[in-house]
């Protein structure tokens, strides 16, 4: 028997999953930026985000995320990504999945953007593998530390 993966609207059980079983790069992430509330930081991101989803794997949660709309007028969005180490098994349709992904926000929105810590060398190398352009760095998140802001262009 294959492997199922299904996109859907996350729930705040999905939330709490994937916030318990994040990669490693991924806590890392959201420690340099937030530090360590990463449950109350993915609830807050689903409350504010404009589009929103999660890909289940074997109909458990092994990504959520999200795009925040800068303001309501804007076409540019925060965008947002968070897996679980269970993509790793996967990475082939993860990365399939992302380049679709991003391909469609951007049907939606002239940039997406955020910003990536410094010493996150593997969320860096596959940005820029997504096609990431990037600047600075600058000091960002709770504790200034250095970040590379990235972004995402449409393409006209």
């Known amino acids: 028997m294959g492997n199922v993966y299904i996109f859907d609207k996350p729930t705040e059980a999905d939330a709490m999953y994937v916030a318990s079983n994040l990669k490693e790069d991924n806590q890392l992430e959201i420690l340099a930026c937030m530090g360590d ?41 925060l965008g947002w990504l ?24 951007l049907t939606k929105y002239d940039r997406v953007y955020n910003y990536v810590n410094v010493e996150n060398k593997d969320i860096i190398r596959w940005l820029k593998w997504l096609g990431a352009k990037f600047y600075g760095p600058v000091p960002y998140g709770a504790f200034n530390k250095e970040h590379w802001y990235f972004e995402f262009e449409r393409s006209e």
Not at 42 to 52: A, E
Not at 57 to 72: C, D, E, T, W
Not at 82 to 105: D, N, P, Q, Y
């Open 37 to 77: 509330n990463a449950l109350a930081d993915i609830l807050q991101s689903l409350k504010t985000s404009d589009d929103i989803g999660c890909l289940y794997i074997n109909h458990l949660p092994a990504a959520i995320y999200g795009v925040k709309r800068k303001s309501p007028l804007s076409s540019a969005g």
């Open 82 to 105: 968070l897996m679980t180490s269970e993509v790793e098994r996967h990475k082939v349709f993860v990365a399939k999945a992302c380049k679709k992904g991003f391909a469609a926000v």
